[in-house]
């Protein structure tokens, strides 16, 4: 059974950082690429970073590009997403997900606001 634990949000002001963290379980990590999504109030899910299984290719979606950077330790079974010059649009609740597999962690809030 998959199981994510999203973790590492908070509220922070505009222009700072943040760094959260995945800690994914129940299926072979090492082999299955990963997502970070958000969701905002009133607002569908919108996907913002993907990760490779090996963590060579990443790609990210032009409204955070530049400035969000995916990465993962096949080792601790852990994806993460370093969120740098946040703006108040970036406040909503951030998920991971295992490409092709069903489930979803319970999110960590992100709050950005002076």
């Known amino acids: 059974q998959v199981q994510l634990v999203e973790s590492g949000g908070g509220l922070v002001q505009p222009g700072g950082s943040l760094r959260l963290s995945c800690a994914a379980s129940?299926?072979?990590?090492?082999?299955?690429?990963m997502r970070w999504y958000r969701q905002a109030p009133g607002k569908e899910r919108e996907w913002v970073a993907s990760?490779?299984?090996?963590?060579?290719?990443?790609m990210y979606p032009d409204s955070v590009k530049g400035r969000f950077t995916i990465s993962r330790d096949n080792a601790k079974n852990t994806v993460y997403l370093q969120m740098n010059s946040l703006k108040p649009e970036d406040t909503a609740v951030y998920y991971c997900?295992?490409?092709?597999?069903?489930?979803w962690g319970q999110g960590t809030q992100v709050t950005v606001s002076s």
């Open positions: 990760i490779s299984s090996a963590g060579g290719t990443t």
């Open positions: 997900n295992a490409l092709g597999r069903p489930g």
């Open positions: 129940g299926f072979t990590f090492s082999r299955s690429a």
